[in-house]
C-alpha cells in the first residue's frame, strides 16, 4: 500500500497526483503509479515519492528499476527518510537482488542451451551435408565404374563379333570351296567312269583325288571356322541371326557343309 504520510506539507498538486497514484496502486495499475509519482517527485522532490515509486515498480514486476528506486531512497540523508521505510528498501533490495541473480543465472542457462542447440542443429547441417556430398561422390564414382565396364564390354563384344564374322566368312567360302571342288570331284568321277582309254582313266583318277584333297582341306578349314566362330561370337542379347553349320553329304565322296548366317 502506498503510503501517503506527510503529503499535507506539500503543495496541492503534488498531493492531488499522489492520491491518483494510490488509487491507481490500489486498483492493481502499479505502472501507472509509478508514473504518476514520478511526476509528483519531478513538482517536489520528496523521498517518500521515491520509496512509493520503488514500491509500485516492484509489485509491477520491474526488478532492476525499483532497486534503483529503493537505492535512491536509501541514499537520501537521514533527515529525509524514515529508520522503518529504510529497513524495509534495504529488505526489498535483497530480496529483488536475489531475484535478479536467479533471472540472470535462467537467462545465461537458457542462452546456454540455446547456443548448445544451435550448435547441435550447425553440427547436424554440416554432418547431413557431409553425408549428402559423400553419397553424391560415392553414386557418381559407381556410375563412372559403370559406365567404364559397359564401354570395356561393349568394346570386348565388338572385338569378338568382328573376329566373329571373319571366322564366319572365312568358313563360307571354305566350305562354298569345299562344295564346289566336291561336286567337281563328283563330275570328274562320273567322267572316269565313262571314260574309254587308259590315259584318259588315269588323269580323270588324278584330277578326282586333286578335286577331293582340295574339298576336303577346304572343309575342315570351313568347319574349323565355323566352330571358332560359334565360340568367338558374343553370348546373351546379339545382333539378329546366329552362326550354322548344317553338313550334308555329296556324292563321289566326303561331305558339303552349308551355313554361315550371322
Known sequence: MLLLTSFASLGASPKAMAKEADRLYKDGRYR???DTLRAAYQAEPNPLFLY???RALDQAGEVSPALDAYRQYVSQSSEDTQPELVKKANLAMDRLRTMAAKAEADRQVQDQ???RLEDER???DAQAADERRAALEQRQAYEAKEKAARESQAAKVNSQLIGSLVLGGVAVVGLGTALGFGLAANGTKGAFQRATTLADKQGLEAAT???ALVADLSLLVGIGAGVAA???FPKGPAPSGQVKVVLTPIGGGGLAAIGGTF
Do not use: D, S, V
Request: glycine share 0%; charged share 40%.
Open 32 to 34: 501507472e503509479a509509478a
Open 52 to 54: 512509493n515509486i520503488a
Open 113 to 115: 542451451e540455446k547456443k
Open 122 to 124: 550447425k553440427k547436424a
Open 209 to 211: 583325288k586333286t578335286q
Open 230 to 232: 560359334a565360340i568367338l
